[in-house]
Structure formats: structure tokens, C-alpha cells
């Protein structure tokens, strides 16, 4: 199983960027998709949950800024992320479980600059 992120970069406060999760080697339609983030110095966290139903779950701090969404491709997440902050400036992870197993991404960098 692979999880692979995409779409991180350098953007200024308001702005808005989409970081895309796609997973192979899962034959079957996963539940949910998770994503995460890790900001330097502390530790990672849970940012959204988006569900086959497209129902979505947000942490506090993103809750109105962020969506995810499922892809059309199987097992595929985006999460659009609105109005930007400095704080939220971390690594962003995909995380995934497959019965017993959890598989992470190896991340991508946001920076948001005040």
C-alpha cells in the first residue's frame, strides 16, 4: 500500500491552496481518508476525516476553511484549503487504515506567510 501526497507550497495569509492523497494497492473502497498535520515543534494532529458518504469531520481550528472531499479515482482525497493562516504552516499527512493496518504519506510542506 502507497499513500502519496501532493499540492503543498508557499502561499500568503487569505490565500487558498488543495493538497491531493492517492493511495494504491488497496483493493477494496476505504471507509474514510484522514488527513493530518505536524507543525515544527509540536505534535501531529488531526486536521479532517472525509467518510464514502462524503461526510466530513473538521478540527476546530479549520472548521469553515477547510473541505475534504473524496476523488472519483478510488481510494483519492482532496482537501481544499480556504483563507490560510501562518498557523497553518506544518507538514500535511494522508493517513489511511486497511483492517488492522494504518498506512501514513510521506507528507507535504504548507508555509503560509503573514
Known amino acids: 500500500v502507497q499513500v502519496v501526497e501532493s499540492g503543498g507550497g508557499l502561499v500568503q495569509a487569505g490565500e487558498s491552496l488543495t493538497l491531493s492523497c492517492t493511495t494504491s494497492?488497496?483493493?477494496?473502497?476505504?471507509?474514510?481518508m484522514e488527513w493530518y498535520r505536524q507543525a515544527p515543534g509540536k505534535h501531529r494532529e488531526f486536521v479532517a476525516r472525509?467518510?464514502?458518504?462524503?461526510?466530513?469531520q473538521y478540527a476546530e481550528s479549520v472548521k469553515g476553511r477547510f473541505t475534504s472531499a473524496r476523488g472519483n479515482a478510488k481510494n483519492t482525497a482532496y482537501l481544499l484549503m480556504n483563507s490560510l493562516k501562518p498557523e497553518d504552516t506544518a507538514v500535511y499527512y494522508c493517513?489511511?487504515?486497511?483492517?488492522?493496518?494504518?498506512?501514513w504519506g510521506q507528507g507535504t510542506q504548507v508555509t503560509v506567510s503573514s
Open positions: 493517513f489511511v487504515e486497511v483492517g488492522d493496518n494504518e498506512y
Open positions: 472525509i467518510s464514502t458518504g462524503a461526510v466530513g
Open positions: 494497492g488497496i483493493i477494496f473502497s476505504l471507509d474514510a
